[in-house]
Nanobody, 123 residues
Framework: QVQLVESGGGSVQAGGSLRLSCAAS????????MGWFRQAPGKEREGVATVDGDGNPSYADFAKGRFTISRDNAKNALYLQMNSLKPEDTAMYYC?????????????????WGQGTQVTVSS
């Protein structure tokens, strides 16, 4: 069974850091574009960052310079290191898998989603 399971969310103060993890089973992360998305209450789901099948990362403007996406093919896992967190980063964060060259700007291209992990940043 193909499955994505996120972990690593939590509550931090502004300026703090969190590292999200996504464990994949039933498929190889190296054969897909993998991404992180988030959804805050009352808002639409938005892309945070993706790494395509070639390993090339791309970031939403709000994530550039603060977040780093990485993929460990040996562990079949995806990560998101988040630094300098802000209250507006508060959201449910989701891991997703999509076609080889899918990008964060098109969440609907991603066909497999995890259950999400909550990130709360207090001021």
């Amino acid at each position: 069974q193909v499955q994505l399971v996120e972990s690593g969310g939590g509550s931090v103060q502004a300026g703090g850091s969190l590292r999200l993890s996504c464990a994949a089973s039933g498929h190889l992360v190296s054969t897909y574009s993998m991404g992180w998305f988030r959804q805050a209450p009352g808002k639409e789901r938005e892309g945070v960052a993706t790494v395509d099948g070639d390993g090339n990362p791309s970031y939403a403007d709000f994530a550039k310079g603060r977040f780093t996406i990485s993929r460990d093919n040996a562990k079949n896992a995806l990560y998101l290191q988040m630094n300098s967190l802000k209250p507006e980063d508060t959201a449910m964060y989701y891991c997703a898998a999509g076609p080889f060259y899918a990008d964060y700007v098109a969440p609907t291209d991603f066909h497999l989603w995890g259950q999400g992990t909550q990130v709360t940043v207090s001021s």
